[in-house]
């Protein structure tokens, strides 16, 4: 499978993570867009790194290529697994505060 | 001669440091006693100083030490005694001393500390005045020049609580610096031509100048004169020093201050005599002023102001004749006005004094037989001035007049008007004040009272001299010797004089003297039975308003120019500086209010900005040859 249908895949799901953290005030549904916009890297990371594998069986000199970039992709889950869990208890605590999950009520940063 | 002299000057500056520094802890009596003993040792020394010049010791200059000292120009601090100064020398310190005595007594009523302030203020008076006449270059007259001036200031405006005195004091010291600019002026002048200022090198090298130098210089001089000396057009502010205390006006219209521009032109006699257009000049503004002020004079009501505009009009005389030519006989003038004009003051003084600070002769008359000694002395000191033979105003008023005939006839014509309006308006002042009956509430009647010893002794004393003054210089046409004159020799360079025929030097004394008779008897009847004066109406009212001068300066100088100030203070200051200043600081607040709404707090809002921002930095970073290429081809 070329590689563009990859790219293609990324992109649209790295830009419907950015339309949801620009138009959505819940912060749950902002949460997982962003997880969006990271998985969709993620995404980009493995096809890459399968690609430039397959490319290099055929190279004459049989440079061997590693599979680092997939290896990347498992310590990126594992941070964002704890950036969820943070994030998480931080909407957590901010309902106990405000008994909503409305990002727009996190204004206090204004003047 | 060297110690001599810096005891001479620095005595009253010794008198002015110690009373002024510890004016809170004198008495009445030390503080008097300390001002009139440093003012009598110097007079003593000035004497010694006046017999040994006059016993053959020479003329000399004393260097102390040099003032300025650079590579093209050393001024030396040198004092510089010849016949000239000692004379002015004799006549301050005598004269101050009297006043000092005077002020003692008449000044009993001020507040202790207050006291001291006067006397040191006077003591600085005659030490500044002191460091003018000794001076032997420009550059020491001037430091003395400045001293007179601010001392006129301090005691003008003595009274200070008084907002009106305290314009007076401004106006004299705003109308000498004036005058004070040409002076200076003219002495920026002689350095840049001559390289210095001391008189010895000056007058050696007067046929180094140009015609158009020396006469620049010399009417450079004469405004500085016209200033300090109150002449057309800046005398305004003499009569307006009468504010100050009254034997503050005797010191300045008599021993001090008034004299300094006659001093100032009698010094640089060989300039003036080698400026003929500027000769001209003073001789025309002297006389003019002579007789504008004696007008005003006819007309006032107020016993200093008479007496003032009389200064103004004698110091008009003093320089028709430094313009005719006859310093010798200016200088005569400036000693025997000095003893008569200090009588009048002080006399004055001793009537207000009695009157209980009522200085208007219309509530006055009848105080002949209150005040003996002071209608004595006073009546004296009227017929010096009004120049009857043999009281000093005579003689030296005359050898005035008689000069100024040789020069032309009009100016005789003229100044012996103006001596006919002297002797009128001080015998007018004479009657409507001692005699006829007391015009005044029974009050100050019950209150009237012949002053006290040290007061009327200064009167005896100058009476005397006024009466016997004049015979230093007794012209020679009376079969007398002119003392004065030989004194004077050394200094001024007598002018080559195609003396006058007797006949009509006799003449022209009959001439002045009856016209004075005359004006004396006429105004003697005219005023002493009028039981009240008339307002004056007509060309009196004008005469009154002192010809609205006063009036014609606000319009033309005074008002444009504070207009001119209103104007930079509230447009240019206001909305020009200040609006430019606190524009910057409206506009950074502005900005920073507009810039502050980005900070909305609202989180969308921060990750609109941030990905928007991603945006154009990766569409910069990616297109960066472009925009490089752009912006070298389209903008340079």
């Known amino acids: ?111 | 001669m060297k110690t001599l002299l810096a005891i001479i000057v620095l005595l009253p500056f010794c008198g002015f440091l110690l009373n002024g520094l510890f004016r809170k802890h004198g008495t009445y009596k030390s503080v008097a006693r300390l001002a009139c003993t440093t003012i009598l040792s110097s007079f003593i020394a000035s004497a010694i100083v006046f017999g040994m010049l006059s016993q053959g010791t020479t003329a000399e200059t004393v260097k102390y030490f040099d003032f300025i000292n650079t590579d093209s120009i050393k001024i030396p601090f040198a004092f510089q005694i010849d016949h000239l100064s000692a004379m002015f020398l004799l006549i301050i310190t005598g004269i101050g001393f009297l006043i000092h005595l005077y002020s003692s007594a008449y000044m009993k009523d001020e507040e202790p500390q207050h006291f001291a302030r006067y006397f040191a203020y006077l003591n600085l008076f005659i030490f500044s005045m002191l460091l003018l006449v000794l001076g032997a270059n420009y550059i020491i007259m001037f430091i003395g020049w400045e001293g007179v001036g601010l001392c006129s200031y301090l005691l003008i405006g003595f009274w200070f609580k008084n907002d009106n005195f305290n314009y007076a004091a401004k106006k004299a010291f705003i109308m000498n610096r004036i005058g004070d600019l040409g002076f200076l002026l003219a002495i920026f002048w002689l350095i840049a031509r001559l390289g210095n200022a001391n008189y010895a090198d000056v007058f050696a090298n007067v046929h180094n100048l140009s015609q158009t130098d020396i006469t620049a210089i010399t009417l450079l001089l004469f405004v500085g004169a016209m200033g300090k000396s109150a002449q057309i057009p800046l005398y305004t502010w003499l009569p307006d020093a009468m504010a100050g205390p009254t034997p503050v006006s005797a010191l300045i219209h008599a021993a001090t201050m008034v004299t300094a521009g006659i001093y100032m032109i009698a010094r640089s006699n060989v300039l003036y005599s080698a400026a003929e257009f500027t000769q001209h000049i003073v001789a025309i503004v002297g006389l003019t002023t002579a007789l504008f002020s004696a007008t005003i004079a006819i007309k006032q009501n107020d016993i200093k102001k008479v007496l003032a505009y009389s200064t103004v009009s004698q110091l008009g005389y003093m320089f028709l004749g430094l313009g005719v030519g006859a310093y010798t006989g200016a200088v005569f003038h400036v000693m025997t006005h000095a003893f008569f004009k200090a009588l009048l003051f002080l006399g004055a003084g001793s009537v207000i004094h009695a009157m209980h600070h009522e200085q208007d002769i219309r509530k006055m008359g009848g105080l002949k037989k209150y005040l003996p000694i002071t209608h004595i002395t006073f009546l004296l000191g009227c017929i010096a001035i009004s120049g009857i033979p043999p009281f000093s105003g005579f003689f030296s008023k005359d050898e005035i007049l008689a000069a100024a005939y040789e020069k032309n006839p009009v100016y005789w014509g003229l100044g012996v008007a103006g001596a006919a309006m002297t002797a009128f308006y001080m015998f007018r002042l004479y009657a409507t004040t001692f005699l006829g009956k007391f015009r005044g509430t029974q009050d100050q009647e019950h209150h009237l009272h012949e002053s006290p010893a040290a007061m009327t002794i200064p009167l005896i004393v100058l009476a005397v001299l006024s009466v016997i003054g004049g015979f230093v210089g007794v012209p020679e046409v009376l079969g007398g010797k002119h003392l004065l004159g030989e004194y004077l020799s050394t200094v001024i360079v007598p002018e080559p004089h195609h003396a006058l025929a007797h006949n009509t030097e006799y003449m022209l004394m009959g001439i002045s003297v009856a016209v004075a008779t005359i004006a004396i008897l006429f105004a003697v009847s005219q005023y002493s039975k009028k039981p009240q004066l008339e307002d004056a109406t007509g060309l009196g009212k004008v005469l009154e308003n002192k010809w609205y001068v006063d009036e014609l300066y606000n319009t033309i100088i005074v008002n444009p120019l504070n207009a001119l100030g209103g104007f930079f203070k509230n447009i240019v200051e206001k909305s020009g500086i200040d609006g430019f200043v606190n524009g910057i600081g409206r506009f950074v607040n502005y900005l920073s209010r507009q810039i502050r709404l980005v900070q909305s707090g609202q989180v969308g809002g921060y990750i609109l900005m941030m990905v928007v921002s991603v945006v154009i930095i990766l569409f910069i970073w990616i297109h960066d040859g472009e925009i490089y290429k752009f912006l070298v081809t389209k903008l340079f």
């Open chain 1, 1 to 111: 499978m070329p590689i563009q249908y990859y790219i293609i895949l990324s992109m649209v799901i790295f830009c419907i993570g950015i339309a949801g953290v620009l138009t959505r005030r819940n912060t749950i549904i902002i949460f997982m867009c962003i997880e969006l916009m990271l998985n969709a890297v993620n995404l980009l990371l493995v096809a890459f790194s399968k690609m430039h594998y397959a490319a290099s069986l055929n190279a004459p000199n049989h440079a061997t290529v590693g599979s680092e970039g997939q290896l990347f992709v498992f310590f990126i889950m594992v941070v964002a697994a704890a950036e969820v869990s943070v994030g998480l208890a931080i909407i957590v605590m901010m309902f106990r505060n405000t008994h909503s999950v409305d990002a727009n009520f996190l204004n206090r940063l204004k003047n």
